[in-house]
């Protein structure tokens, strides 16, 4: 159920980069996942609908997943390599105890996407959606 408090940080930074760019509407959200993530997309986009049901700003928003490896090490002989397996094998020794990074993020926010509700492109006088970065 940890993906619910997560879910509200990532909420939590789109509306800050959102309110930043003066948007009126957020389009997008663009999410990178790793192997380390013990929770599937699926329950994040659950929780987000949860989150922004009554949301004007945040509700209906698009969330677009990718992936990335993340740093591990064996545990048996202490090499230390990229993954994109979520249950690696070591490279070098083949053993299956292997831990991720503790300081990687299992799920990083790395942008959004924005209607800044400027120039006369869509309906009320709606601009086009605008990519912004979430740092």
């Given at each position: 159920?940890?993906?619910?408090?997560?879910t509200?940080?990532?909420?939590?930074?789109?509306?800050?980069?959102?309110?930043?760019?003066?948007?009126?509407?957020?389009?997008?959200?663009?999410?990178?996942?790793t192997?380390a993530?013990?929770?599937?997309?699926?329950?994040?986009?659950?929780?987000?609908?949860?989150?922004?049901?009554?949301d004007?700003?945040?509700?209906?928003?698009?969330?677009?997943?990718?992936?990335a490896p993340?740093?591990?090490?064996?545990l048996?002989?202490?090499?230390e390599?990229?993954?994109?397996e979520?249950?690696?094998?070591?490279?070098?020794?083949g053993?299956?105890q292997?831990?991720?990074?503790?300081?990687?993020?299992?799920?990083?926010?790395?942008?959004?996407?924005?209607d800044?509700?400027?120039?006369?492109?869509?309906p009320?006088g709606?601009?086009?959606?605008?990519?912004?970065?979430?740092d």
């Amino acid at each position: 159920m940890h993906e619910l408090g997560i879910t509200q940080g990532i909420v939590e930074r789109a509306r800050e980069a959102a309110t930043q760019a003066g948007a009126v509407k957020v389009t997008d959200l663009f999410l990178t996942i790793t192997p380390a993530a013990d929770f599937q997309p699926e329950s994040i986009e659950m929780y987000y609908e949860m989150l922004t049901d009554e949301d004007e700003l945040m509700k209906g928003a698009a969330l677009h997943f990718a992936t990335a490896p993340v740093p591990a090490a064996c545990l048996a002989c202490g090499r230390e390599f990229p993954t994109e397996e979520a249950q690696p094998a070591c490279p070098a020794c083949g053993s299956s105890q292997v831990s991720f990074d503790p300081h990687e993020a299992m799920i990083q926010l790395t942008d959004i996407g924005v209607d800044e509700g400027v120039g006369g492109g869509g309906p009320a006088g709606q601009g086009p959606a605008t990519r912004r970065p979430a740092d």
